[in-house]
């Protein structure tokens, strides 16, 4: 019998249930997936609490996984059964199998593991769309990073210094300044401690930084926009701390005529040719070893709620990966 995590209302993690789910034949263009690994990612939090609203429950939660294609359904051209396959973006991946169309399907290359590619497939393309289009940094830029050791941070921080970048990671105790350093900081900033803008300013002789990528929100707003160069890029892409609501977009010019980019991973790969070129580099940076992808801790699958909490209590560092 296939198991799912499904949600039946918004609320904590215990709202998650572990519930036997029928899954039946592929349809035209979809194919069943039998899940080998699956990716925890914060906006799981933001949709289990409502914060990203959902359709009808009940639903089943998690937008990432890695697996191999069990059975394919008719008018499905690119994929065959036993494809080791991976995806991000589509919604009801905490299951063991699932249907699913093939839209979002990425075959993987020999060398990247099941777990590899459940770590890495949503926060990595997201670090390779906020380096390339949201602020496409230049070698020599320097830029600020708000959660520097979580998932999306130790891959953008190394992303970026690869890329010949002066990476500034923020962070929220000594520990994780040590493994930001190790994944791509040439800085660090205690972000619950220290003034960010003004060790900013220190460390870019008074300048400021090209570009402030935020996913922290509300706590971290005035800092990232003190931060930044005149005409610097804010690009605010998550809520950890809250969502920013009533920005006064004068702001922008008083702190120097700066720009705002407020983006989703969904609008840069929305089609095949967008989600093959993303995927493909980020296949091409992790094979290389330009691009380590570090897995902090793993969980049951059966145990999701317990990981959503150790990632709201901010507990978990890197990639966490759920086991079905
Ligand atoms: N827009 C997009 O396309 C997109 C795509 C992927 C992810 N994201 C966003 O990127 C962010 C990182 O995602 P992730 O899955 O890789 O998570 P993560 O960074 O591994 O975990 C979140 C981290 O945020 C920091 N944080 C600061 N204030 C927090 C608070 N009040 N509550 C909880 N955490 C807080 C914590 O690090 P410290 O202890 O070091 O502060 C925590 O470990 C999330 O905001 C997510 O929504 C956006």
Same mark, same amino acid.
């Given at each position: 019998?296939?198991?799912?995590?499904?949600?039946?209302?918004?609320?904590?993690?215990?709202?998650?249930?572990?519930? #036997?789910?029928?899954?039946?034949? #592929?349809?035209?263009? +979809?194919?069943?997936?039998?899940?080998?690994?699956?990716?925890?990612?914060?906006?799981?939090?933001?949709?289990?609490?409502?914060? *990203?609203?959902?359709?009808?429950? #009940?639903?089943?939660?998690?937008?990432?996984?890695?697996?191999?294609?069990?059975?394919?359904?008719?008018?499905?051209?690119?994929?065959?059964?036993? =494809?080791?396959?991976?995806?991000?973006?589509?919604?009801?991946?905490?299951?063991?199998?699932?249907?699913?169309?093939?839209?979002?399907?990425?075959?993987?290359? =020999?060398?990247?593991?099941?777990?590899?590619?459940?770590?890495?497939?949503?926060?990595?393309?997201?670090?390779?769309?906020?380096?390339?289009?949201?602020?496409?940094?230049?070698?020599?830029?320097?830029?600020?990073?708000?959660?520097?050791?979580?998932?999306?941070?130790?891959?953008?921080?190394?992303?970026?210094?690869?890329?010949?970048?002066?990476?500034?990671?923020?962070?929220?105790?000594?520990?994780?300044?040590?493994?930001?350093?190790?994944?791509?900081?040439?800085?660090?900033?205690?972000? &619950?401690?220290?003034?960010?803008?003004?060790?900013?300013?220190?460390?870019?002789?008074?300048?400021?930084?090209?570009?402030? *990528?935020?996913?922290?929100?509300?706590?971290?707003?005035?800092?990232?926009?003190?931060?930044?160069?005149?005409?610097?890029?804010?690009?605010?892409?998550?809520?950890?701390?809250?969502?920013?609501?009533?920005?006064?977009?004068?702001?922008?010019?008083?702190?120097?005529?700066?720009?705002?980019?407020? #983006?989703?991973?969904?609008?840069?790969?929305?089609?095949?040719?967008?989600?093959?070129?993303?995927?493909?580099?980020?296949? =091409?940076?992790?094979?290389?070893?330009?691009? &380590?992808?570090?897995?902090?801790?793993? *969980?049951?699958?059966?145990?999701?709620?317990?990981?959503?909490?150790?990632? +709201?209590?901010?507990?978990?560092?890197?990639?966490?990966?759920?086991?079905?």
């Amino acid at each position: 019998m296939n198991n799912a995590i499904r949600i039946h209302q918004y609320g904590g993690p215990e709202v998650l249930n572990l519930e #036997p789910v029928e899954i039946g034949a #592929p349809a035209a263009g +979809e194919v069943r997936v039998r899940h080998t690994a699956i990716g925890l990612n914060f906006i799981d939090v933001y949709q289990r609490t409502g914060l *990203y609203p959902l359709g009808d429950f #009940p639903q089943t939660l998690g937008m990432e996984a890695a697996g191999v294609i069990e059975t394919v359904g008719s008018d499905v051209a690119d994929f065959a059964v036993g =494809d080791r396959v991976a995806y991000a973006m589509s919604l009801g991946a905490y299951c063991n199998e699932r249907l699913m169309g093939v839209e979002k399907l990425v075959k993987l290359p =020999d060398g990247i593991e099941d777990r590899t590619a459940a770590a890495m497939m949503l926060q990595g393309m997201t670090a390779r769309y906020l380096l390339k289009s949201s602020y496409p940094v230049q070698a020599g830029d320097s830029i600020l990073v708000m959660a520097a050791a979580g998932g999306v941070g130790t891959l953008l921080c190394q992303w970026a210094r690869h890329l010949g970048v002066t990476v500034i990671g923020c962070v929220g105790s000594p520990e994780k300044a040590q493994l930001a350093q190790q994944n791509g900081c040439h800085h660090t900033i205690l972000y &619950k401690e220290e003034d960010v803008a003004a060790r900013v300013r220190e460390i870019t002789g008074g300048e400021g930084v090209a570009a402030a *990528y935020d996913s922290v929100g509300q706590a971290t707003l005035m800092a990232s926009l003190d931060s930044l160069r005149p005409t610097g890029t804010f690009v605010s892409y998550g809520n950890a701390s809250g969502p920013i609501s009533d920005f006064n977009v004068g702001v922008l010019a008083q702190k120097g005529s700066l720009y705002l980019q407020r #983006p989703t991973l969904a609008t840069y790969i929305r089609n095949r040719e967008l989600l093959n070129q993303c995927a493909g580099d980020l296949f =091409d940076v992790v094979q290389s070893g330009a691009v &380590k992808v570090r897995i902090g801790q793993t *969980y049951p699958l059966a145990e999701v709620a317990q990981a959503h909490r150790d990632l +709201e209590a901010r507990k978990t560092t890197g990639a966490t990966v759920l086991l079905p």
